[in-house]
């Protein structure tokens, strides 16, 4: 039993903020946030765009794409951060709106390797012989997690949704592997509301995005060579034959990293947060969706997909398309 990505889709909020923008309220400017990230610009939520609006709208996008009905899915997995409420889970809420009236519904919170996560979490269900059909969604409103005055958080982060069904194969080649770390988790964090009981004040306090550059970039420029050579080594893959490197789209830079320790061509290495920024659990569904439309994505290519982030959470999984 194997497993296919047979339909995609995403949905990006209609408000654009892009650098000059930015150095409107914080002290910042285009060439500095070009040249440390490759980040132009970034989608941001208006307030009605929610994140079960925006996951529902890209799931509808990728049920289309693929050719089924929203009651044909089985299984629906949300990875976010940012969900609209603590219950219901941002999955029923999606459910809901969709119509999937035969799916089980759960979210995960894996970060930035949120979309990854859930992938395998699908493949597992599906090679279980559980579920055939499953929708995934990356999806994030981090926009209200940021600290607008803080510049070295702010210029990173976008909004949007992408989404994906994921339905059983007869043959492929494919491979997962992932991981943690919570004794890093201190480098890139967000505090939940303050305890809220009778006896504490200010219980609605809530936190912002913390995160400690250097501390990541030297993470991610490591540990995703060395998982996508973990995932290939274990499909039997030489690195050479491998059609495109779909990676979490976060910083131009660890990208061009990644390429050059792995010995890859950069060209092999889309990448698009210079429209979206740092779009989450979001960045590589939405990645895999304008591939998708561009016609770059072809039966019998071999994909590589990785992602990194809070946590610490990493991983990488090796797909035929």
């Known amino acids: 039993m194997s497993v296919r990505i047979i339909g995609t889709g995403s949905y990006l909020p209609k408000k ?11 002290d910042t400017d285009d060439e500095w946030i070009r040249q440390r990230t490759g980040i132009k610009e970034r989608h941001l939520s208006n307030g009605k765009e929610g994140t079960t609006y925006m996951a529902a709208h890209a799931a509808e996008a990728a049920l289309e794409n693929a050719g089924i009905g929203a009651d044909e899915l089985d299984l629906i997995i949300v990875a976010t951060v940012s969900a609209d409420t603590y219950v219901p889970s941002t999955s029923c809420s999606v459910q809901g709106a969709i119509g999937a009236i035969r799916a089980t519904c759960f979210d995960i919170n894996a970060a930035c390797s949120g979309f990854l996560f859930a992938l395998h979490t699908a493949h597992a269900y599906i090679c279980a012989g559980i579920y055939k059909n499953v929708l995934l969604v990356g999806v994030e409103v981090l926009s209200k997690l940021i600290d607008w005055k803080d510049r070295s958080t702010c210029v990173l982060f976008g909004d949007g949704a992408g989404a994906a069904v994921v339905t059983a194969a007869d043959h492929g080649r494919e491979g997962f592997v992932q991981w943690s770390d919570g004794a890093g ?113 072809q039966p019998g290519q071999k994909i590589i997909l990785s992602g990194f982030g809070a946590g610490l959470t990493w991983g990488a999984a090796q797909l035929e398309w």
């Open 16 to 26: 654009v903020a892009d650098n000059n923008f930015l150095s409107t309220i914080v």
């Open 185 to 297: 988790g201190e480098v890139l964090t967000c505090p939940g509301r303050a305890v809220g009981n009778p006896w504490k004040e200010n219980a609605s306090e809530t936190g912002y995005i913390q995160m400690s550059g250097q501390e990541v970039f030297r993470f991610a420029v490591k540990k995703v060579p060395e998982c996508i050579r973990q995932v290939t080594e274990k499909t039997g893959t030489k690195l050479e034959t491998i059609d495109w490197f779909v990676l979490h789209q976060a910083n131009s830079r660890i990208i061009q990293s990644v390429a050059k320790r792995l010995g890859v061509p950069e060209e092999k290495f889309p990448m698009n947060m210079e429209q979206y920024g740092n779009t989450s659990a979001a960045s590589i569904p939405i990645l895999l969706d304008e591939m998708n439309k561009k016609g770059m994505l």
